[in-house]
């Protein structure tokens, strides 16, 4: 993924990454578990460190700091210690530097497989402490700063987004930057809606990761002749062995394809069925094909969600089940089309399989932020990802008995460009962390992606770990937010040679900014301006946005976003709800219940005070205030709750309305 295979043969695969240090801020580590063990590693003056003697059983060779910050979670927890009693902190740590060893599912390694580990566990025991302080993050922080860690990754966030001068988090990492350590921050799982980066992912230092879907997919198969086509399991189908014989459409005893409605007893004896999904559940669809004799089931998404492949819940309804994207699924129909039957297996193995596909996840958080700055700022690989998991504590989020298992989500993204971070400054030594994430940022390239993705989604694309290890400037701002008609971006030449580059600007919507040069010379090791100048009160209400490219004779490009966003006041799109209590006291004022912004129709948050109004209950609604200050963006409800239901309709005009639902206790 990521290139990544290309510089490893390039550069060899274990060495290059040593004496590296990734702190992981998350909820511990399993020391013990063969993704952290490397004796081959040489032992580093000074280490290990941790924060209780009684933790040292938790460090190795590779582990080389063990600190546990959970004394300061709100509950009493069963284990203080820096093990991990939930997997994430496993699974993201194994994600930015595993050692190359063997899993289940073949050879597995980490992004930089002889980087040293840190562990900052700032998350208690799942269930009970499953939120961290602040204190406990601002601690831990500190601790990897005077640890001497190289880069940190922070793989959690809140969508109670700050302003940045507000936020706590977000103003320390600058410490670290200052320090010489990159920040490498998982972009949010918000999405997919606009304005869902969560903080700290809004911090300016940090290199805020998406994610993209993997073109590598853990899957089993509909096998058809020589064709293997990609399918999801259903949930109570097994994950081994195969069902081999002839398949039928259910077209043949009903039209709409959707086996909604039962079926003449008898007719698919024997057969293997394909469905087509949708209008009822999956677990309707199965009994009804099995009341009818099938033995298997094959569903195939629907054109409105054609690039779906989910598990389908079956139930308790009895076939095994398999689920295809739609294109799949007209490619057995067209086989269907001269025959009555098809032979076919349905290999219910579960193994790596390769697709030609690339999309933004659909839960990945996506800007623009409600303030001027852009995020997220580039995309890594997020879904179908392998990775290590926790074996000792069975109620963890991420547990499985082999210590492996596949999972989502931009907090596998982020420690993937952790790891890229910690290969950049091994191999290009002496830099500082703004030049890292300008090479990771700018030598990122377009998502293949129809229609294309807003760059508020996609930043400036996939991560190239090939491309950021050769690129020889520097780009600040790594990405511009327009705040004024002319921004400046310096380019500063990173080696011994001058530069040549010619300038060009591809708008993707709305104007386009006009730079004052279109081409551009760095002298070695020297730096040049670049201005960019959009006139915005002249600009229309909506979105402007695209890149400046910086082209070489080589052939070779480096790119940045730019963007910025003019609110319609007047044209309210939708209420984006950030939290909302579900229960609370009643019978007095209460402020913090309930969080949201007003967006317009381009999803820019606009600062249009809606009214607010009782529909069931005895509650009173207070005020509907601006609350800035608090949660950037957003209104809140001055409420008092009345005992037992309370509903409260919030209309933003234009027709926009959003229903809260609390009970008072």
């Not at 004022?589 to 607010?612: E, K, Y």
Request: aromatic fraction near 6%; hydrophobic fraction near 40%.
């Amino acid at each position: 993924i990521q290139r990544v295979s290309e510089v490893w043969l390039q550069v060899g695969f274990e060495m290059s990454w040593a004496s590296m240090l990734i702190g992981i801020i998350d909820t511990g580590i399993e020391s013990k578990h063969s993704g952290f063990q490397d004796n081959s590693l040489p032992a580093l003056e000074g280490y290990p460190k941790v924060n209780y003697e009684r933790y040292l059983v938790l460090t190795n060779r590779k582990v080389i700091v063990a600190r546990s910050y959970v004394n300061l979670l709100p509950r009493p927890d069963p284990d203080l210690s820096a093990l991990d009693r939930d997997g994430h902190g496993t699974a993201v740590a194994m994600a930015a530097a595993g050692a190359r060893h063997t899993s289940p599912q073949g050879e597995i390694a980490g992004m930089a497989p002889a980087a040293y580990l840190g562990v900052y566990k700032v998350f208690g025991t799942t269930g009970i402490n499953d939120n961290a302080s602040d204190s406990a993050l601002l601690r831990a922080v500190e601790d990897a700063i005077n640890d001497g860690m190289d880069v940190i990754n922070l793989s959690l966030g809140s969508r109670l987004v700050q302003r940045p001068e507000d936020d706590l988090l977000v103003r320390a990492l600058p410490r670290a930057e200052e320090a010489g350590i990159i920040v490498v921050v998982a972009a949010g799982n918000s999405g997919p809606g606009p304005m869902t980066v969560e903080s700290p992912g809004i911090a300016p230092v940090a290199i805020t990761v998406g994610a993209n879907e993997n073109g590598r997919l853990f899957a089993s198969a509909v096998v058809a002749g020589e064709e293997a086509l990609l399918a999801q399991l259903g949930s109570r189908t097994s994950a081994s062995g195969s069902l081999e014989g002839p398949m039928v459409s259910v077209a043949t005893l009903d039209s709409t394809e959707l086996a909604c409605n039962p079926l003449p007893a008898n007719q698919l004896s024997g057969r293997i069925v394909l469905v087509l999904r949708g209008t009822c559940t999956f677990e309707v669809k199965n009994q009804n094909v099995a009341d009818a004799g099938a033995r298997g089931l094959i569903l195939y998404s629907d054109a409105a969600r054609a690039q779906d492949l989910v598990i389908p819940d079956t139930g308790s309804a009895p076939l095994p089940t398999m689920f295809l994207r739609h294109a799949d699924g007209l490619r057995l129909k067209a086989l269907l089309s001269n025959a009555e039957s098809v032979p076919v297996v349905m290999d219910f193995a579960v193994r790596a399989r390769d697709r030609e596909f690339r999309r933004v996840a659909s839960f990945s958080s996506r800007g623009p932020l409600p303030f001027t700055q852009m995020k997220p700022d580039l995309l890594a690989v997020g879904t179908n990802f392998y990775t290590a998991a926790q074996t000792n504590f069975t109620g963890g989020d991420l547990y499985s008995t082999t210590g492996y298992l596949v999972t989502n989500g931009t907090s596998f993204s982020a420690p993937v460009v952790a790891g890229m971070a910690a290969t950049l400054i091994s191999l290009r030594p002496g830099l500082r962390p703004a030049a890292y994430r300008s090479l990771l940022i700018n030598s990122a390239r377009p998502l293949g992606d129809e229609p294309a993705a807003p760059l508020s989604t996609t930043g400036t694309g996939l991560a190239d770990f090939s491309r950021a290890l050769v690129s020889p400037v520097q780009i600040s701002p790594s990405s511009v937010a327009f705040s004024s008609n002319e921004q400046f971006v310096e380019l500063r030449n990173l080696t011994s040679s001058s530069l040549e580059y010619t300038v060009r600007v591809e708008p993707q919507v709305g104007v386009a900014p006009v730079p004052d040069r279109n081409s551009v010379s760095i002298a070695e090791s020297g730096t040049a301006r670049l201005r960019l100048a959009l006139d915005l009160p002249a600009l229309d209400v909506g979105i402007h946005a695209g890149v400046v490219v910086l082209s070489r004779q080589e052939c070779k490009e480096e790119r940045f976003a730019y963007f910025f966003g003019k609110g319609n006041p007047a044209g309210a799109g939708s209420i984006q709800v950030l939290t909302s209590a579900a229960r609370a006291r009643s019978g007095f004022p209460q402020r913090n219940l309930v969080f949201f912004r007003v967006l317009d129709t381009n999803g820019l948050v606009i600062p249009q005070a809606p009214r607010a109004r009782v529909i069931t209950g005895s509650a009173e609604v207070r005020s509907v205030e601006w609350r800035n200050e608090d949660v950037v963006g957003a209104y809140g409800l001055d409420l008092t709750l009345g005992v037992g239901t309370n509903v409260i309709e919030v209309d933003a005009g234009n027709g926009v309305v959003q229903r809260f639902t609390m009970i008072g206790q």
